[in-house]
T-cell receptor
Framework: DAKTTQPPSMDCAEGRAANLPCNHSTISGNEYVYWYRQIHSQGPQYIIHGLKNNETNEMASLIITEDRKSSTLILPHATLRDTAVYYCIGVNNAGNMLTFGGGTRLMVKP | NAGVMQNPRHLVRRRGQEARLRCSPMKGHSHVYWYRQLPEEGLKFMVYLQKENIIDESGMPKERFSAEFPKEGPSILRIQQVVRGDSAAYFC??????????FGEGSWLTVV
């Protein structure tokens, strides 16, 4: 699975969009980009995933660059409850196991 | 649909006792994963199981830890002769074949 690089922490004002970047320059053609988050003392929560097209669901949008070497998770209107550690993970679906890195600690402030 | 169910949510054991953590996957999911999170650290993969088979146990400590996913019933993570360093949150996750993985809320083990 591809190694991913994320900033260790970010702040965002409540109500504004939170844009969380992820570099995955070694990602292979059949690897998906998955995003999870972990709110303190809870289990990791699946957010969204994509292969090469941009994706949107009720939680977030995922923008993947054309060369697939990086992506951005967008929370369009961040709330205090979005404060969490966000993980970007490259996954070869044939293997399916998730390898968590350090993630980005997002702090949403009033 | 019920999510991944783990129990107990909190477990206290004395050093040397056994800990058993149970995980019921989401309905229709036949793949189960166990992860461990030590205090103030990241999630570490332990083991990946399908019904009656261990697929990948590369993250399991060599001694005292075992996991099973029987044909009937929940998956069990068993820790024998617990030590203080086993105190951690243990997360179970499940998926359908080659599909998105969903996590439970975790079991917090405290060894005193």
């Amino acid at each position: 699975d591809a190694k991913t690089t994320q900033p260790p922490s970010m702040d965002c004002a409540e109500g504004r969009a939170a844009n969380l970047p992820c570099n995955h320059s070694t990602i292979s053609g059949n690897e998906y980009v998955y995003w999870y988050r972990q709110i303190h003392s809870q289990g990791p929560q699946y957010i969204i995933h994509g292969l090469k097209n941009n994706e949107t669901n009720e939680m977030a949008s995922l923008i993947i660059t054309e060369d697939r070497k990086s992506s951005t998770l967008i929370l369009p209107h961040a709330t205090l409850r979005d404060t969490a550690v966000y993980y970007c993970i490259g996954v070869n679906n044939a293997g399916n196991m998730l390898t968590f890195g350090g993630g980005t600690r997002l702090m949403v402030k009033p | 649909n019920a999510g991944v169910m783990q129990n107990p949510r909190h477990l206290v054991r004395r050093r040397g006792q056994e800990a058993r953590l149970r995980c019921s996957p989401m309905k229709g999911h036949s793949h189960v994963y166990w992860y461990r999170q030590l205090p103030e650290e990241g999630l570490k993969f332990m083991v990946y199981l399908q019904k009656e088979n261990i697929i990948d146990e590369s993250g399991m400590p060599k001694e005292r830890f075992s996991a099973e996913f029987p044909k009937e019933g929940p998956s069990i993570l068993r820790i024998q002769q617990v030590v203080r360093g086993d105190s951690a949150a243990y997360f179970c996750a499940s998926s359908r074949q080659e599909n998105t993985i969903y996590f439970g809320e975790g079991s917090w083990l405290t060894v005193v």
